[in-house]
């Protein structure tokens, strides 16, 4: 049974909702937030295509900023939500949210949709299920037994999302925490197009027992 009120939902001007290029973007919403021991808040936009949904996360204020740090999020419900051991998204996030607030600003790009990258949230979980059934400690392996690219993430939607804020907020230069050679390739050909400044800083991710097989196998495609 169709809800009316749902369905007839944004059919209302609100002045918190702006369609800009593709994106319905709602927002924003402040929450406050601890990672660590350090509280602070974000002030967070949804940003939704015909496919895919994004969440952008400002912290502080990047109104005219020097260098606003960036971090690009892939979704992962074993790290963020089940909080596993056997990946580093979870920790990365964090180091990224502690580097902004030390900063003072901040930008973090949250992928709603590019679990596993972008292989979708049932793959995702395929991937962890059959890899462990059949003992296999490399994702590569388990995604060409599987019949699967290594990546199926685009990045033009988040490029758009940086283009949006930068027009918004007049900043001209950003510092990109990522060690992935696509990402790295992607964002220094297109942030020309726009006259923004780009540099990348690399994590200071701890190899454990339970993390060792997902770091080394991204030194070997490439990660810095």
Known sequence: MTDIGLQNLFSSDYSTVEYAENFKIIGPVTL????????????????STKSENYLACVIGDINGSEKVPVRISSACVFGFILKSLLCDCLDQYEESIQFMLSAGSGLLIYCLDQHGKGIGLEAHFLVYAEGQRQKKGLFSEIYKGLGLKADYRSYEDVFNII??????????K??????SPDKIQFFLKKCVSINLDIEFKNFTTIETVENSSELTEKIEMGYT
């Open 32 to 47: 406050p937030i601890k990672v660590k021991d350090k509280k602070s808040t974000m002030k967070v936009h949804l940003f």
């Open 163 to 172: 283009k949006y804020f930068k027009t918004e907020k007049a900043f001209h």
């Open 174 to 179: 950003i510092s990109m925490l990522t060690e």
